[in-house]
Protein backbone atom coordinates (compact mmCIF):
# COMPACT_ATOMS: atom_id res chain seq x y z
CA UNK A 1 0.00 0.00 0.00
CA UNK A 2 0.99 3.31 -0.90
CA UNK A 3 2.51 5.87 1.81
CA UNK A 4 0.19 8.80 2.06
CA UNK A 5 2.58 12.32 3.17
CA UNK A 6 0.57 14.97 5.49
CA UNK A 7 2.70 18.18 4.53
CA UNK A 8 3.37 20.38 7.22
CA UNK A 9 2.62 22.96 5.00
CA UNK A 10 -0.86 21.84 4.20
CA UNK A 11 -1.43 21.44 7.97
CA UNK A 12 0.05 25.16 8.58
CA UNK A 13 -2.20 26.33 5.73
CA UNK A 14 -5.39 24.53 7.45
CA UNK A 15 -4.76 26.35 10.97
CA UNK A 16 -3.05 23.78 12.46
CA UNK A 17 -0.64 25.19 15.07
CA UNK A 18 2.68 23.21 15.84
CA UNK A 19 3.51 22.30 19.06
CA UNK A 20 6.80 21.06 20.43
CA UNK A 21 7.17 18.79 23.09
CA UNK A 22 10.13 17.07 25.63
CA UNK A 23 10.76 13.99 26.04
CA UNK A 24 8.54 12.77 29.17
CA UNK A 25 5.97 15.48 28.46
CA UNK A 26 2.64 14.29 28.59
CA UNK A 27 0.54 14.85 25.39
CA UNK A 28 -2.98 13.69 27.06
CA UNK A 29 -3.50 11.18 29.67
CA UNK A 30 -6.60 9.07 29.57
CA UNK A 31 -10.17 9.86 30.48
CA UNK A 32 -9.50 13.45 29.47
CA UNK A 33 -12.09 14.94 27.23
CA UNK A 34 -10.54 15.22 24.12
CA UNK A 35 -10.55 18.30 21.56
CA UNK A 36 -7.89 17.59 19.09
CA UNK A 37 -5.86 14.86 17.24
CA UNK A 38 -2.62 15.43 15.98
CA UNK A 39 -0.34 14.21 13.17
CA UNK A 40 3.60 13.42 14.50
CA UNK A 41 6.08 16.01 12.30
CA UNK A 42 8.78 14.75 14.28
CA UNK A 43 10.07 12.33 17.09
CA UNK A 44 8.53 9.60 19.11
CA UNK A 45 6.21 9.21 21.64
CA UNK A 46 4.61 6.32 24.01
CA UNK A 47 1.09 5.15 24.02
CA UNK A 48 0.21 4.08 27.50
CA UNK A 49 -2.73 2.03 28.47
CA UNK A 50 -3.13 1.58 32.64
CA UNK A 51 0.36 2.42 33.23
CA UNK A 52 1.64 -0.12 30.23
CA UNK A 53 3.78 0.78 26.85
CA UNK A 54 1.42 -0.63 24.38
CA UNK A 55 2.80 1.13 20.98
CA UNK A 56 5.41 3.62 20.04
CA UNK A 57 4.41 6.32 17.32
CA UNK A 58 6.39 7.95 15.35
CA UNK A 59 6.66 10.77 12.17
CA UNK A 60 4.17 10.66 9.96
CA UNK A 61 1.72 8.54 12.57
CA UNK A 62 -1.50 10.50 14.04
CA UNK A 63 -3.26 9.84 17.20
CA UNK A 64 -5.83 11.52 18.84
CA UNK A 65 -8.40 10.81 16.63
CA UNK A 66 -10.67 8.10 17.84
CA UNK A 67 -11.68 10.18 20.94
CA UNK A 68 -12.43 13.42 18.38
CA UNK A 69 -14.04 11.34 15.92
CA UNK A 70 -16.71 10.03 18.57
CA UNK A 71 -16.36 12.73 21.15
CA UNK A 72 -15.47 9.97 23.55
CA UNK A 73 -12.76 10.21 26.44
CA UNK A 74 -8.90 9.89 25.69
CA UNK A 75 -8.59 5.89 25.64
CA UNK A 76 -5.14 6.16 26.24
CA UNK A 77 -1.72 8.74 27.58
CA UNK A 78 0.56 9.59 25.12
CA UNK A 79 4.05 10.56 26.42
CA UNK A 80 7.08 12.47 24.25
CA UNK A 81 9.94 9.56 23.82
CA UNK A 82 11.99 11.94 22.56
CA UNK A 83 11.95 15.81 21.53
CA UNK A 84 8.85 15.64 18.91
CA UNK A 85 6.74 18.08 17.05
CA UNK A 86 2.98 17.86 16.40
CA UNK A 87 0.29 19.80 14.48
CA UNK A 88 -2.73 19.75 16.59
CA UNK A 89 -5.97 19.27 14.81
CA UNK A 90 -9.27 20.35 15.70
CA UNK A 91 -12.29 19.31 14.79
CA UNK A 92 -13.65 22.10 12.61
CA UNK A 93 -10.19 21.59 10.90
CA UNK A 94 -10.31 17.94 10.55
CA UNK A 95 -13.68 18.12 8.80
CA UNK A 96 -12.12 20.77 6.37
CA UNK A 97 -9.47 18.66 5.91
CA UNK A 98 -11.24 15.38 5.48
CA UNK A 99 -13.61 17.86 3.12
CA UNK A 100 -10.88 18.98 1.18
CA UNK A 101 -8.18 16.47 1.23
CA UNK A 102 -9.39 12.66 0.91
CA UNK A 103 -5.77 11.54 1.21
CA UNK A 104 -5.53 13.51 4.37
CA UNK A 105 -9.06 10.90 5.30
CA UNK A 106 -6.94 7.94 3.90
CA UNK A 107 -4.04 8.50 5.58
CA UNK A 108 -5.94 8.53 9.44
CA UNK A 109 -7.96 5.88 8.38
CA UNK A 110 -4.38 3.44 7.24
CA UNK A 111 -3.08 4.48 10.66
CA UNK A 112 -6.21 3.69 12.55
CA UNK A 113 -6.23 -0.06 10.35
CA UNK A 114 -2.32 -0.40 11.61
CA UNK A 115 -2.89 0.07 15.21
CA UNK A 116 -5.85 -1.82 14.80
CA UNK A 117 -4.08 -5.15 13.09
CA UNK A 118 -1.19 -4.56 15.92
CA UNK A 119 -3.48 -4.91 18.93
CA UNK A 120 -4.82 -8.11 17.17
CA UNK A 121 -1.27 -8.75 16.82
CA UNK A 122 -0.69 -8.48 20.01
CA UNK A 123 -3.99 -10.10 21.50
CA UNK A 124 -3.29 -13.49 20.03
CA UNK A 125 0.41 -13.40 20.97
CA UNK A 126 -0.47 -12.72 24.63
CA UNK A 127 -3.92 -15.87 24.20
CA UNK A 128 -1.27 -18.08 22.94
CA UNK A 129 1.12 -17.47 25.71
CA UNK A 130 -2.04 -17.94 28.31
CA UNK A 131 -3.40 -21.00 26.49
CA UNK A 132 -0.24 -22.80 26.59
CA UNK A 133 0.88 -21.90 30.50
CA UNK A 134 2.90 -19.10 30.21
Same mark, same amino acid.
Given at each position: ?7 ? =? ?5 ? *???? *???? $? +?? #???? $???? +???? &? #? ?9 ? $?? &?????? =????? $?????? +?? *? ?5 ? &???? %? ?10 ? &???? +? ?31 ? %???
Amino acid at each position: MEAVWISP =QLLAAAG *SPTI *SFAP $G +DV #IFKE $GEKA +DKMY &V #ILSGELEVHLQ $GM &VVDTLT =QGGTF $GEMALT +DG *SPRSATV &VAKT %SCELAAINEKTF &VLLV +DEMPYFALHTMRNLVDRVHRRNEQWMALRQRVL %SGF
